[in-house]
């Protein structure tokens, strides 16, 4: 599949892919035997980016194969600087027929990330969505330190299972950073970064009711959920992103 032109939303590439293209994209990776990252961009990315974690904008710039918009602050930025709104590709919603298309078609996918019972149930769950995909999993409770023992030996675990999928769940920008660090290690096809995508997986969170999502509000109805860790992130964060992503091309 040809590369489409990304815009830029707050100095972070965006592609414009849907959903179903991301399925012709594996498709294409595992046919010629590629590895590729399928990364994300949100409200929280940018901030990042611009802020604390300045190397960001030249991996998503310069090393990360496709970026997915992960937001509804994504689209409005794109909608404010003029660009066409990518469509809205959210794990928790987006990623059981994902999964479904993957056991379809044989893919197997390894979950990387969070505690053992949320993983466990994650893949639990998974698998009951899609009974043929034949998944594994792994928490994110170890030494990820690049020659630690505990780190070699995940990476070990993950290779002996060949998955054409990673989801890897660490938080930004712990994750990105360590599946750049490890790809090369890692016999895979595609590599997602997905934040706390195992837990909605695990039934730990839920999906915001329509409402909320038809009103591109869905970060609101997550800070009444969790005012105490999410309360400072959002009220602060998001003026940050706009001024952001006025201020960038």
Same mark, same amino acid.
């Given at each position: ?43 929280? #990315? ?24 992960? %937001?509804?602050? !994504? ?6 600087? %003029? ?35 949320? !993983? ?24 990820? %330190? ?22 890897? $769940? ?8 360590? !599946?750049?660090?490890? #790809? $090369? ?31 591109? #509000?869905?970060?609101?109805?997550? #800070? ?6 999410? $309360? ?18």
């Amino acid at each position: 599949m040809e590369k489409q032109k990304a815009i830029s939303v707050g100095g972070i590439p965006v592609d414009l892919f849907e959903e179903r293209d991301y399925e012709q994209l594996l498709v294409e990776s595992v046919r010629n035997n590629q590895k590729k990252t399928f990364f994300n961009s949100n409200a929280h #990315m940018v901030v990042l980016a611009n802020t604390k974690f300045p190397w960001l904008k030249k991996l998503f710039r310069e090393k990360v194969d496709y970026v997915m918009c992960d %937001g509804a602050g !994504i689209q409005m930025g794109a909608w404010l600087r %003029g660009k066409p709104v990518p469509q809205k590709i959210a794990y928790n919603a987006w990623f059981w027929n994902y999964a479904s298309f993957c056991a379809k078609n044989g893919y197997r996918i390894f979950f990387l990330g969070a505690r053992e019972e949320v !993983i466990v149930k994650a893949a639990e769950n998974m698998k009951k969505h899609a009974p043929e995909l034949i998944i594994s999993h792994h928490h994110g409770y170890f030494n990820k %330190g690049k020659e630690h023992p505990e780190n070699l030996r995940v990476i070990e675990t993950i290779n002996s299972f060949k998955p054409h999928v990673l989801l890897v $769940g660490f938080g930004m920008p712990d994750q990105e950073k360590w !599946i750049m660090d490890h #790809m $090369g290690d890692i016999s895979c096809n595609a590599f997602f970064p997905c934040g706390g995508a195992f837990d909605f997986f695990a039934g730990k969170r839920s999906l915001a009711p329509k409402l909320f999502r038809n009103l591109k #509000m869905e970060w609101f109805y997550r #800070m009444l959920l969790e005012p105490v860790r999410l $309360g400072k992130r959002y009220l602060v964060e998001n003026p940050k992103f706009l001024y952001y992503v006025l201020k960038n091309p």
